[in-house]
């Protein structure tokens, strides 16, 4: 079952901060999220696992809350290089079953 | 560092014809996936091979078949090709559980 993003899309100024959530209905071994520019392949950003931490490199963190079946991406001090379409993968088993991604969220970084 | 390699980059086809895609996944990765994108569209899970062995099947036409190889190379085998198979078509690789690292893709136009 495919999971809920959103926003939809979100237009930022340079420096300011975002939240894009990921929600599912079903149970969930881990969540992904990954970045695609257009055009391009998507870019892994981290991975959630069951437990609720909370992982995070340089401006970009997320939490991952194992009881509502929600991860949110929180993009702080955005930067233009952050432009892009941010989707979160579910799975609800382990090991090598395939993703599914949800619809993604446009995130627009203005100067 | 090796990425995984996917070619061709462009094909097209006409209807009815036969594609075949080959990825080449990153070096001591024991798994690889297939996804598709329609413009626009988020990743549609294609099918995954976990140390050469079918892992997980996602919304794969019947049409359409993979294999991956002795030396870990996977190929994706269209046929009877439609207009609507027409998208990107992207390979990932990772060691089962973790991020994925995607090809450049292949884009397919059939017309």
């Known amino acids: 079952q495919q999971p809920v993003q959103s926003p939809q899309a979100v237009i930022l100024r340079e420096g300011e901060d975002a939240v894009i959530n990921c929600s599912s209905s079903?149970?969930?071994?881990?969540v992904h999220w990954y970045r695609q520019k257009h055009g391009e392949a998507p870019i892994f950003l981290m991975i959630?696992?069951?437990?609720?931490e909370q992982k995070g490199h340089d401006k970009i963190s997320a939490s991952f809350n194992e009881k509502k079946q929600q991860s949110s991406l929180y993009l702080t001090a955005s930067q233009l290089s952050y432009s892009g379409t941010y989707f979160c993968g579910t799975f609800s088993g382990g090991g090598a079953d395939g993703l599914t991604f949800g619809k993604g969220t446009h995130l627009i970084i203005q100067p | 560092a090796a990425g995984v390699i996917q070619s061709p980059r462009h094909l097209i086809k006409e209807k009815r014809e036969t594609a075949t895609l080959k990825c080449y996944p990153i070096p001591r990765h024991d798994t690889v996936y297939w996804y598709q994108q329609g413009p626009g569209q988020d990743p549609q899970f294609l099918i995954s091979?976990?140390?050469?062995?079918?892992?997980d099947k996602g919304s794969i036409p019947d049409r359409f078949s993979a294999q991956q190889f002795s030396d870990y190379h996977s190929e994706l085998n269209m046929s009877s090709l439609e207009l609507g198979d027409s998208a990107l078509y992207f390979c990932?690789?990772?060691?089962?559980?973790?991020?994925?690292?995607f090809g450049s893709g292949t884009r397919l136009t059939v017309v």
């Open positions: 091979f976990y140390e050469k062995m079918q892992s």
């Open positions: 959630l696992l069951k437990g609720g």
């Open positions: 079903k149970a969930l071994y881990s």
């Open positions: 990932a690789s990772s060691l089962a559980g973790y991020g994925y690292t």
